[in-house]
């Protein structure tokens, strides 16, 4: 079974800091994609990043990136300078291969609260 | 133009009542999907419709009948609802459920509460 794991409910980080986001995630598929996503308080499902489980190069979508350690199984989100808009949940995710394919399951999301 | 959209936005019944979420798509994607958002904001999959064929239905409780008209649409009729079906209901859609490179897009939700 594939599961997805956010260890930091909530984080606080000051305005213009760097901010690491963490997942590890757990799968027996080869062939897999790593998605973020953003639900600010207004409740859409915003996506951010994704990186697939062949791609050598960290995926990269302006101020956020992907840090994708294959051997352990992370794919952690840095935003970097981050900004008042970026407070907002958190999600990590993930879309295998065969029956794993047809669903993206999701982590339990982290709360990021940026202070001015 | 709005990619995924549903309606309602909100929705408030009484225990009981029959209800329905719509949702379609304008991004020509095949395959479509139903979450459910609970109060701890825990999303979980609950049914996959790929060109109007069910491929998941993850342990849902039979009071939940998803039916998708044709490949844009992809409704949720939910009768006899319960207290604890209050959630946000989120419609997405994604370009080939086979491919496991593909992000899904999401609706912005529907917030049902049940009283």
């Known amino acids: 079974a594939q599961k997805i794991t956010q260890t930091q409910p909530g984080m606080f980080v000051q305005e213009k800091e760097a901010v690491t986001l963490d997942c590890t995630y757990d799968?027996?598929?080869?062939?897999?994609?790593l998605f973020w996503y953003k639900q600010p308080s207004s409740g859409e499902m915003i996506f951010l990043i994704y990186?697939?489980?062949?791609?050598?190069q960290n995926a990269t979508e302006g101020r956020y990136s992907l840090n994708f350690q294959k051997a352990r199984k992370s794919a952690n989100l840095v935003i970097s300078a981050s900004q008042l808009g970026d407070s907002a949940m958190y999600f990590c995710?993930?879309?295998?291969?065969?029956?794993?394919?047809?669903?993206?399951?999701f982590g339990s999301g982290t709360r990021l609260s940026i202070r001015p | 133009d709005t990619a995924v959209s549903q309606t309602p936005k909100y929705l408030v019944t009484q225990m009981g009542n029959d209800k329905s979420i719509k949702c379609e798509q304008n991004?020509?994607?095949?395959?479509m999907y139903w979450y459910k958002q609970d109060s701890k904001k825990f999303l979980k999959i609950m049914f996959s419709?790929?060109?109007?064929?069910?491929?998941i239905n993850e342990t849902v409780p039979n009071r939940f009948s998803p039916k998708s008209p044709d490949k844009a649409h992809l409704n949720l009729h939910i009768n006899s609802l319960e207290l604890g079906d209050s959630a946000v209901y989120f419609c997405?859609?994604?370009?080939?459920?086979?491919?496991?490179?593909?992000?899904?897009?999401f609706g912005q939700g529907t917030r049902l509460t049940v009283v």
């Open positions: 997405a859609s994604s370009q080939d459920f086979s491919r496991w490179g593909t992000e899904a897009f």
């Open positions: 991004l020509g994607h095949d395959t």
């Open positions: 990186q697939g489980s062949y791609d050598e």
């Open positions: 799968t027996s598929d080869q062939s897999y994609g």
């Open positions: 419709y790929n060109n109007k064929e069910l491929i």
């Open positions: 995710a993930m879309r295998g291969t065969y029956s794993s394919a047809s669903k993206i399951i």
